[in-house]
């Protein structure tokens, strides 16, 4: 059984930093997908950032490109997302998911970003 459980969320002023940490377990390491996504009330799930380690590669939604990195760890069993330059419309919900759909997803951790 898969579980994801994410952490590292907070609040935080405009361009600040934060690091997002989802820890899993019942994902077999070659598993290729995995992904970040986020969610603000009244607004619809975005994809923030994909990285898939069968070919070496990671993409990004266009408003957090430059400014995201996503990272995997399979001898941690943990996903990250580094996010500096923080703004105001990145707050959100922010979950991690074993699918590109964003379907398979933990709880969440919530980022809040002031200006």
């Known amino acids: 059984q898969v579980q994801l459980v994410e952490s590292g969320g907070g609040s935080v002023q405009a361009g600040g930093s934060l690091k997002l940490s989802c820890a899993y377990s019942?994902?077999?390491?070659?598993?290729?997908?995995m992904g970040w996504f986020r969610q603000a009330p009244g607004k619809a799930r975005e994809g923030v950032a994909s990285?898939?380690?069968?070919?070496?590669?990671?993409q990004y939604g266009d408003s957090v490109k430059g400014r995201f990195t996503v990272s995997r760890n399979n001898a941690e069993n943990r996903l990250y997302l580094e996010m500096n330059s923080l703004k105001p419309e990145d707050t959100a919900m922010y979950y991690c998911?074993?699918?590109?759909?964003?379907?398979?997803r933990g709880q969440g951790t919530q980022v809040t970003v002031s200006s």
């Open positions: 998911a074993t699918d590109p759909g964003g379907l398979n």
């Open positions: 990285i898939y380690t069968d070919r070496g590669m990671t």
């Open positions: 019942g994902v077999a390491e070659r598993t290729a997908y």
